[in-house]
């Protein structure tokens, strides 16, 4: 009984495990030209027109960088200040 019990520890901490990496590995951060932020649940690809470059979730500007987060919810990018849904 007691091997039962840390097989299933076992099995819930590597399902934990997996859970946070699948969901963290997923995620990116996007800019734009103008300087504007946002995540996004997954790195999409988007087309060189739109001028934004995705960068992965753990990605931090420099410190002479200067961004702003400008968050928003579905697909899409920030142009000229307003958000454009693809």
């Not at 649940?41 to 060189?48: F, I």
């Amino acid at each position: 009984m007691r091997e039962f019990v840390k097989l299933g520890a076992a099995a819930a901490l590597g399902v934990t495990a997996l859970a946070i990496a699948a969901t963290s590995a997923s995620a990116a951060i996007v800019c734009n030209r103008e300087g504007a932020c946002w995540h996004v649940p997954r790195a999409e690809v988007y087309r060189p027109e739109f001028g934004v470059v995705v960068h992965p979730n753990s990605w931090r500007w420099g410190p002479r960088e200067h961004y702003v987060w400008r968050e928003h919810p579905g697909r899409g990018y920030w142009r000229n200040g307003v958000w454009v849904t693809f």
